[in-house]
């Protein structure tokens, strides 16, 4: 069923229960990773929070929660390249392993900033989790990217945390711009 967004229409792509699916098989491969640490999960607001909830929802090892605020869209369809740095976080991540949580990894260009400032913070480890890879707009390659939920073409999406002038964040699946 297509939805009508602001100004442009979209249509389904990911289901619901698909996403649950590779939720519930990311927070086990995390739990078994990390079983013997207590690691940072650092969530990347806004679009990243109903992700980054029902990951730390299958997590059952001890853990700790922090955010940061990061954005390069806008409001657009588009990423600008240029990184806004709304929120920092005060956890102190010296010798500790990191996970970032992401809503959607595209040029790559918001990951490298945050990946680099966290890299300045001393910790042990820092793994990337995306819901949602643009192989094909990535501007170059990731090495701390660990966990993906879905590859998908390069093409704009919204729902589930993902947004298009600030709406459709609150859709329960993930759907992409009709052409």
């Not at 820092?126 to 090495?143: D, H, M, R, V």
Request: include cysteine; hydrophobic fraction near 40%; charged fraction near 25%.
């Amino acid at each position: 069923m297509k939805k009508q967004i602001a100004d442009l229409e979209f249509e389904p792509l990911i289901e619901s229960a698909a996403i649950d699916n590779r939720i519930q098989a990311i927070g086990k491969q995390l739990n078994t990773d990390y079983q013997h640490t207590i690691p940072v999960f650092v969530g990347v607001l806004n679009g990243s929070f109903l992700f980054i909830a029902d990951i730390i929802k299958q997590i059952d090892i001890p853990c700790e929660i922090t955010f940061t605020k990061l954005a390069s869209y806008y409001g657009g369809t588009k990423s600008s390249l240029k990184i806004r740095d709304d929120i920092d976080f005060s956890v102190d991540i010296k010798g500790r392993d990191v996970v970032v949580i992401e809503d959607i990894v595209d040029t790559g260009n918001t990951a490298h900033y945050l990946l680099e400032k966290l890299k300045l913070k001393q910790p042990a480890t820092i793994a990337l989790c995306s819901l949602l890879l643009k192989p094909a707009a990535l501007l170059k390659p990731i090495e701390e990217l660990k966990y993906i939920g879905f590859e998908i073409e390069n093409e704009f999406v919204v729902g589930y945390g993902l947004d298009y002038k600030e709406m459709g964040r609150n859709l329960k699946d993930i759907y992409k711009r009709v052409k």
